[in-house]
């Protein structure tokens, strides 16, 4: 199945370079693709469990799904992941 997410604090291309990354590294999570102008990231999965796990794992990257609470840690954190993502390019 494919599932498109927008998400919160999506700020560049180090952004979607760490989300891209560590959701690939997710089993059974394929086509992982990152859209920084509308905040989205889109990818192929297999089951409901493997979807909670994507939203659970961009929550703790710092990147929670629209709509959900985006405290000032998770705000902190997805500064945390982008300048890692910049770093790793």
């Known amino acids: 199945m494919k599932s ?12 979607a370079n760490t989300i891209t990354t560590k ?6 999570i ?4 990152v859209d920084v102008e509308t905040s989205s990231v889109s990818f192929t999965f297999q089951n409901a469990n493997e979807l909670q796990k994507v939203k659970e ?6 990147y929670p799904i629209d709509g959900d609470k ?8 997805s500064y945390v ?8 390019n």
């Not at 498109?4 to 952004?15: A, D």
């Not at 992941?81 to 770093?87: F, L, V």
């Open 23 to 28: 959701i690939s590294s997710l089993e059974y």
């Open 70 to 77: 985006n405290s000032v840690v998770s705000k902190a954190i």
């Open 4 to 15: 498109t997410l927008v998400i919160q604090n999506l700020k560049c291309g180090g952004c």
């Open 30 to 33: 394929t086509d992982v693709e």
């Open 81 to 88: 992941s982008c300048a890692t993502g910049k770093m790793s």
């Open 57 to 62: 794992k961009l929550a703790h990257l710092g």
